[in-house]
């Protein structure tokens, strides 16, 4: 059975860099047409897709987060990894990583465009 789980720290400093890991099990990361994702979910921004690193590699990223996301992937240990550099307090959120459907995820997140979730890890950023 597919399962994604999520690790990392759940507290990071302003201007530190928030690196989080999803380790997936049941499927291969290079599987044809998936599209490993990282979302975000707080009050004020709702579910906010963030970026994915596809199959082939490829990656893609939120316009309002691409200049500081950056998101690798590991195919000998299948899992993929986010990092978001210069975090100040809004970056706090439960972060999910996400199997995706398509290459043009919505930046408001459908539900629909997603089959498969981990449980999500809060991250908050605080000094």
């Known amino acids: 059975q597919v399962q994604l789980q999520e690790s990392g720290p759940g507290l990071v400093k302003p201007s530190q860099t928030l690196s989080l890991t999803c380790t997936v099990s049941g499927v291969s990361i290079t599987s044809f047409a998936y599209y490993w994702s990282w979302i975000r979910q707080s009050p004020g921004k709702g579910q906010e897709f963030v970026g994915y690193v596809g199959y082939t590699g490829s990656t893609y990223y939120s316009p309002s987060l691409q200049s500081r996301t950056s998101i690798s992937r590991d195919t000998s240990k299948n899992q993929f990894t986010l990092q978001l550099s210069s975090v100040t307090p809004e970056a706090t959120a439960v972060y999910y990583c996400?199997?995706?459907?398509?290459?043009?995820?919505?930046?408001?997140?459908?539900?629909?465009?997603?089959?498969?979730w981990g449980q999500g890890t809060q991250v908050t950023v605080t000094s």
């Open positions: 996400a199997r995706g459907l398509g290459p043009f995820p919505s930046l408001v997140v459908v539900s629909s465009e997603y089959d498969m």
